[in-house]
């Protein structure tokens, strides 16, 4: 995948994890777009890692989709379990 399939891919998967997990979470297009990037590393870390799934290549893959919006979640989860709900 290019780099603008990632960025795309990261957009996404960080809108669906924020539509799974509302709340007040950093946020904006750019703060989306990074936990969603981010996420799709870590989820197919895991993924490879734990589950003994390694992630292809392939945008349209729906195993890269989920362990993007997973790997997001997981950092959703991590920043409000660090920072709290508080966010004024």
Same mark, same amino acid.
């Given at each position: 995948?290019?780099?603008?399939?990632?960025?795309?891919?990261?957009?996404?998967?960080?809108?669906?994890?924020?539509?799974?997990?509302?709340?007040?979470?950093? %946020?904006?297009? !750019?703060?989306?777009? $990074?936990?969603?990037?981010? @996420?799709?590393? #870590?989820?197919?870390?895991? =993924?490879?890692?734990?589950?003994?799934?390694?992630?292809?290549?392939?945008?349209?893959?729906?195993?890269?989709? %989920?362990?993007? !919006?997973?790997?997001s $979640?997981?950092?959703?989860? @991590?920043?409000? #379990?660090?920072?709290?709900? =508080?966010?004024?």
């Amino acid at each position: 995948m290019g780099i603008v399939s990632w960025i795309v891919l990261g957009l996404l998967a960080g809108f669906i994890a924020k539509v799974l997990l509302p709340g007040r979470d950093p %946020g904006g297009l !750019i703060g989306t777009t $990074l936990i969603g990037i981010s @996420g799709a590393f #870590i989820g197919g870390w895991l =993924s490879a890692k734990f589950l003994d799934k390694p992630i292809g290549h392939d945008f349209y893959d729906p195993a890269t989709w %989920g362990s993007a !919006i997973a790997g997001s $979640l997981v950092l959703l989860i @991590g920043y409000r #379990i660090l920072f709290g709900h =508080s966010r004024d």
